[in-house]
C-alpha cells in the first residue's frame, strides 16, 4: 500500500496483512524498561529516606524528635516515593511502546495506560516476592540465633531450666514454705517463680506471697522487716512497670502494623492510577515527538 505524503514523497508501507493480525499489542521490552525505571528510582529514594531516619523500623531513631512527627513524615515520603517512582516508570513505558498502526488517538491512550498497569503489577509483583524473602531470611537468621541461645542455655543449667518452665513449681513451692528462710540460691530462684506467677495474672503479688518474700529478703540481707517489706514492693513496682511497658510497646507494634498495611494498599491504588495516566503522558508525549530541550539538550 501506497500513502502519499507531503512534498510529494512516496511512504510504501510492506507490512502484510497476516503479520498485522499476528502482532501483539502488548509491548513486553518497554514494560520491562518501566519496571526495572521504577525499581532503580524506588530502591534510590528509600535507600536516601532511610539514611535520614525517614523508616516505619524506629520512630525513636532521631533524638528529640516526636515519634509521631517522625510517623507522618515517613508515611509521607513513603507515599511521595511509590507514587512518583511509579509515575516515572509509567512514563517511560508510555513513551518507549511502539504503536500499532490501526490505533485511533482513543485505543492508543488506553494502550497506553494499560502498559502502565502492567508495570505497576509487575514492579508490585517483584516488591512483594523481594519482600517476603528478606522477612524469611531474617526470620531464619533470627531463628538460628534464638535456637543456639536456647541450646546453651539449656547445656549451662538443665536443671533450672526445666524447673522453671514446671507450671507447677510455684505450687510446689507453697508445700515447703516454714519458718527457716531457705538459702540465697534457693531463694532467688523461688522469688523467680513467684514473680513469674503473679505476671500471669494482672501482675499483683498475693498478700501471702508479698509477707513469704519480705521474710526470706529479711533473713538473708540483714534487713529490719521494714526494710524488707519496701524493697519486695519496690520491686514488685518495677516487675510491674516492665510489664506495662511491654504492653504499651506491643501494643503501638500493632497499630503500626496496621497503619503501614493500610498506607501500602492505598498508595498503591493511588499508584496505579499514577502509572496509568503517566503512561498515557508518555505516549502523547512520543506521538507529538515532544522534547525537552532545556532539559535534555545535546552537548
Not at 158 to 175: C, Q, R, S, V
Amino acid at each position: 500500500m501506497t500513502i502519499d505524503a507531503p512534498g510529494g514523497v512516496a511512504i510504501v508501507e510492506t507490512t502484510s496483512q497476516a503479520e498485522r493480525e499476528s502482532a501483539g499489542y502488548v509491548d513486553w521490552g518497554s514494560i520491562i524498561a518501566g519496571i526495572v525505571f521504577a525499581s532503580a528510582i524506588s530502591l534510590v529514594l528509600i535507600t536516601f529516606g532511610s539514611a535520614v531516619g525517614l523508616n516505619f523500623v524506629d520512630f525513636n531513631a532521631r533524638e528529640g524528635a516526636p515519634a509521631f512527627l517522625i510517623g507522618i513524615g515517613a508515611a509521607s515520603w513513603f507515599l511521595w516515593v511509590q507514587i512518583s517512582s511509579f509515575m516515572a516508570g509509567g512514563y517511560l513505558t508510555g513513551r518507549l511502546r511502539r504503536r500499532h498502526f490501526d490505533a485511533s488517538e482513543d485505543e492508543s491512550d488506553m494502550r497506553d495506560g494499560a502498559h502502565g498497569l502492567l508495570v505497576w503489577g509487575g514492579a508490585m509483583i517483584i516488591g512483594a516476592v523481594l519482600a517476603i524473602s528478606g522477612i524469611g531470611a531474617a526470620a531464619s537468621t533470627a531463628g538460628n540465633v534464638a535456637a543456639t541461645a536456647t541450646l546453651a542455655a539449656s547445656n549451662a543449667a538443665e536443671g533450672a531450666a526445666t524447673e522453671a518452665m514446671d507450671p507447677n513449681a510455684y505450687f510446689i513451692d507453697t508445700l515447703f514454705r516454714g519458718n527457716t528462710a531457705p538459702d540465697p540460691e534457693t531463694a532467688r530462684a523461688e522469688a523467680g517463680r513467684i514473680f513469674a506467677q503473679a505476671a500471669l495474672g494482672d501482675g499483683t503479688l498475693a498478700d501471702e506471697d508479698r509477707t513469704y518474700l519480705a521474710n526470706v529478703v529479711a533473713a538473708n540481707t540483714g534487713l529490719t522487716p521494714e526494710e524488707a517489706q519496701a524493697r519486695v514492693d519496690q520491686v514488685a513496682a518495677n516487675i510491674e512497670q516492665a510489664r506495662q511497658e511491654a504492653v504499651e510497646a506491643a501494643r503501638i507494634a500493632r497499630n503500626t502494623a496496621i497503619i503501614a498495611a493500610f498506607l501500602l494498599a492505598a498508595s498503591s491504588l493511588v499508584s496505579a492510577i499514577g502509572a496509568y495516566w503517566a503512561a498515557q503522558k508518555g505516549g502523547n508525549h512520543r506521538d507529538n515527538n515532544t522534547v525537552f530541550a532545556d532539559v535534555f539538550r545535546r552537548f
